[in-house]
């Protein structure tokens, strides 16, 4: 719940000139669902792409509030947060029906990223990959092969959000390996081409440690990415 329209298509605006220099990296922002049309025509021709932050489980009717994957799909949106821990934890939002909102997502041809990550009490009670694995089985064990495409997965332990607090670049790419070794077991072939992010205070200057780890392949960033000059940092140091 940041920016103005305004603010937004600035942001975008500039985030869209400095994603022009790096052919070699994909780029995608999530504004608010009243921003998502003006930024989509900011972003016009960029390589830079549009997400949204949230849709509804519902295909569509008298659900007051909510917006579907396919008016996602006409305001231009490509890819959809599905699982954010903010919905998880804050709106107690459950697996069952984030595995509805994923099959909406999916039934319109957008790629989903599906957020995971255990809290600080599951952490240090040895917990943390048995609740990750479970996130993932839960919404993302029945797709097909040919879903798979528009999946990837953003690791976010929610104890490194909004914290300052940052798992190290070895703590998160132990997470990612078993995201991966899961993937792999339920498709041998897309676990090497999936996209897993890190998601937790990533900023411009732990960014490239945390990509050089092997199964690190994107960030998921908060606020860092909210002013236009760290968000270029993020851009160039995310080698």
């Not at 975008?12 to 922002?29: C, F």
């Not at 993937?183 to 900023?203: F, H, M, T």
């Not at 270029?232 to 140091?237: E, F, Q, T």
Request: proline content about 2%.
């Amino acid at each position: 719940m940041n920016l103005t329209i305004r603010e937004a298509e600035a942001l975008a605006q500039a985030v869209g000139d400095n994603a022009s220099a790096y052919n070699d990296r994909k780029v995608l922002i999530f504004p608010t669902f009243l921003q998502l049309s003006s930024v989509h025509q900011v972003l016009g021709k960029t390589n830079v792409m549009l997400g949204a932050q949230n849709c509804s489980g519902e295909k569509d009717g008298a659900f007051t509030g909510e917006v579907s994957a396919a008016q996602l799909k006409d305001a231009g949106v490509q890819y959809v947060l599905i699982g954010h821990s903010e919905r998880r934890h804050i709106l107690k939002e459950s697996e069952e029906f984030l595995k509805r909102k994923l099959d909406r997502v999916l039934e319109q041809g957008l790629a989903a990223m599906l957020c995971v990550g255990e809290t600080l009490a599951e952490r240090e009670s040895g917990k943390a990959e048995e609740v990750v694995i479970g996130q993932i089985n839960s919404v993302l064990a029945s797709i097909s092969a040919n879903e798979w495409q528009q999946i990837s997965i953003a690791y976010e332990p929610v104890w490194a959000i909004g914290t300052g607090k940052n798992a190290t670049p070895e703590d998160a790419q132990s997470m990612h390996a078993t995201i991966r070794k899961r993937v792999a077991e339920l498709n041998k072939d897309i676990a090497p081409k999936i996209r897993i992010l890190y998601g937790g205070s990533v900023k411009p200057d732990n960014i490239a440690a945390l990509m050089a780890k092997e199964d690190i392949d994107g960030a998921l960033v908060g606020g860092a990415s909210l002013k236009s000059e760290s968000f270029a940092d993020l851009i160039k140091n995310a080698m």
